[in-house]
């Protein structure tokens, strides 16, 4: 009887790609067996979709790091809710 033996594939870049996933709850990341590289997607809102990918969990994690500061940089600032003075004063003599 020949014994087979069940091969994992790149066990331990998958288990990095996991654990990145869960310590970055707004990102699904992955690992390519076929690429040998991760990749991250991006759950967060963006006017377009941001995949960012590198060849080691370190460096993906930076440029996920990047990649949110951009979309952070990129979000429009709320608008004043407030009526401004010149508003409130023109109300009252209406």
Request: charged share 25%; with cysteine.
């Amino acid at each position: 009887m020949t014994t087979v033996y069940q091969r994992v594939w790149d066990g331990p870049a998958r288990a990095e790609a996991e654990l990145l996933g869960q310590a970055w709850p707004g990102w699904t990341v992955l690992y390519s067996l076929s690429m040998r590289r991760f990749f991250a997607l991006c759950a967060l809102p963006s006017p377009q979709p941001v995949i960012v990918s590198d060849d080691t969990a370190e460096e993906l994690e930076q440029r996920m790091r990047e990649a949110e500061t951009l979309l952070i940089l990129q979000v429009p600032a709320p608008e004043n809710r407030r009526p401004s003075r010149r508003s409130r004063s023109s109300r009252r003599t209406a």
